[in-house]
């Protein structure tokens, strides 16, 4: 229950208390929501009376709540009922000057944990399909670099909208969450699908979405081919896709993790969630992993090149004119650093678990065996990329987990686990839960 000390002192001095409300059933969620600092966005709708429920819950289960309120979400809530649950200021002016000297739009976008847009109307929803900023709320959301969850709320027939779908398959492609609309009666009295989910279905949402068993672990990905310069225009690369590496960054992200994803050039759409940093060559792609530690863990998916020419060329190099069967370059090539061994072998930094990848076209579990020793990783996934498989550049994927044994051998006394033909995805899910496992276990 919310009391104040001094009805006369100006809002932001005054102390306000809300008793931790032992009325709600948190279905043991409460250690996603201990100290999780949410921006919570209530957009102009019926529902916004819900979204004050919502505010109950987080904070029962001791999370921060900022909030938000639009234009709109004013006419349904009022600041003070917000800002009492809340126990924090209502921020509402995108060009308030005494908000934007003690904290910024940009702030409030990046000093949370993860941002909720609930009720989010199909204005909102189209607003951020189309990186329209022309509040604070949309502002804020346009501006921040953390998990959104939106939960929609709207008339049915909004909702079936040939462009609600559009806006909301944009988000979803972009990495946003959402959680409901439910099924049942709706403001202006008919029943249809649109209304708000409710409360204890958003805090189940943010616990799926945060609750991941990696959370609080740092994971680095390699992904991708390198591409390694011959001269402005030429280069030497390999026939990787970067499906694998992708995927395996999108399953850690989803089990929690931190992850920042080290790419080659692909064509692959970036993982929601995760920290990209895009690379060209071998030695940029050791460098940027290295910048990314400490980790707990470091998966090397990426088909780096051994090789790169030992000089790139300023000048696009030209066929010799002097006859017709003119003498190809003459390409000298050096060998590139080992990322995974690197990572392996670090001296203050060594990731907990260290995985790298076999890509080969015979003996493959023999070769990948081999690896591991050289390579002095944990894990080495082994695929066979030889053509008949279609391994590269497909959606499915062949491999064998092998990893050191328990007494620390490895080589013949490994463990060697085959795994079924599976969707890249699969794959990458199947690992995820199994360093989740691993690390939990070590933990
Ligand atoms: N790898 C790496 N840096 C390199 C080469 C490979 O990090 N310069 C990593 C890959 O990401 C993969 C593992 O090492 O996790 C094995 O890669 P692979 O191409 O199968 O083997 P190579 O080390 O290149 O050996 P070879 O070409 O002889 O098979």
């Known amino acids: 229950m919310a009391t104040r000390n001094d009805p006369n002192l100006p809002f932001e001095a005054q102390q306000i208390r809300v008793s931790t409300d032992s009325s709600w059933e948190l279905n043991g969620i409460t250690s996603v929501l201990t100290n999780l600092r949410v921006l919570l966005i209530i957009s102009g709708g019926i529902a916004a009376y819900k979204s004050l429920e919502l505010i109950r819950g987080l904070r029962a289960g001791g999370a921060h709540v900022r909030p938000i309120l639009t234009k709109g979400g004013a006419q349904f809530v009022t600041p003070l009922s917000v800002a009492s649950l809340a ?16 904290i910024d739009h940009i702030r409030l976008a990046r000093e949370v944990d993860l941002v909720v847009v609930a009720p989010a109307t199909a204005d909102i929803l189209a607003k951020m399909a189309n990186g329209i900023a022309d509040d604070l709320a949309t502002t804020v959301l346009l501006a921040t670099d953390r998990p959104i969850l939106v939960a929609p709320a709207m008339n049915s027939r909004m909702w079936d909208n040939a462009a609600t779908r559009r806006n909301l398959a944009h988000l979803q492609g972009d990495g946003v969450m959402t959680v409901g609309p439910a099924h049942g009666e709706l403001a202006e009295g008919e029943i249809g699908l649109g209304r708000m989910a409710e409360p204890a279905q958003i805090l189940a949402a943010i616990d799926n ?12 990905v390699t992904s991708g081919p390198t591409h390694e310069p011959i001269d402005p225009v030429r280069y030497i690369a390999n026939r990787s896709s970067g499906k694998q590496g992708h995927a395996i960054a999108g399953a850690c992200a989803r089990l929690g993790a931190a992850v920042t994803l080290v790419s080659g050039p692909t064509a692959e759409a970036d993982p929601p969630g995760v920290a990209m940093v895009r690379v060209e060559t071998a030695r940029d792609m050791l460098a940027a992993c290295l910048e990314a530690l400490p980790a707990d863990v470091a998966i090397c998916a990426a088909a780096v090149s051994d090789w790169r020419p030992a000089e790139a060329r300023a000048q696009k190099i030209k066929k010799d004119k002097s006859g017709a069967a003119a003498a190809p370059a003459d390409l000298k090539l050096v060998e590139n650093p080992d990322i995974l061994a690197a990572l392996a072998a670090h001296e203050n930094e060594r990731p907990r678990l260290v995985i790298g990848f076999a890509a ?17 990783c944990d894990w080495i996934l082994a695929n066979d990329v030889s053509p008949e498989t279609g391994t590269f550049g497909s959606n499915h994927n062949k491999v064998h987990l092998i990893s050191v044994a328990a007494d620390g051998q490895s080589g013949d006394a490994a463990t060697v686990e085959e795994w079924a033909y599976a969707s890249k995805l699969d794959v ?11 690390l939990g276990s070590a933990a």
């Not at 126990?87 to 003690?102: G, P």
């Open 87 to 102: 126990c924090e200021k209502v921020h509402s002016e995108l060009y308030s000057l005494t908000d934007e000297s003690k």
């Open 360 to 376: 080969e076209t015979d003996d493959v579990v023999a070769y990948a065996q081999s690896k591991l020793v050289t390579k002095g």
């Open 209 to 220: 979405a945060l609750g991941g068993p990696l959370l609080g672990l740092c994971a680095i």
């Open 428 to 438: 990458a899910a199947r690992l995820a839960q199994r360093i989740a496992y691993t």
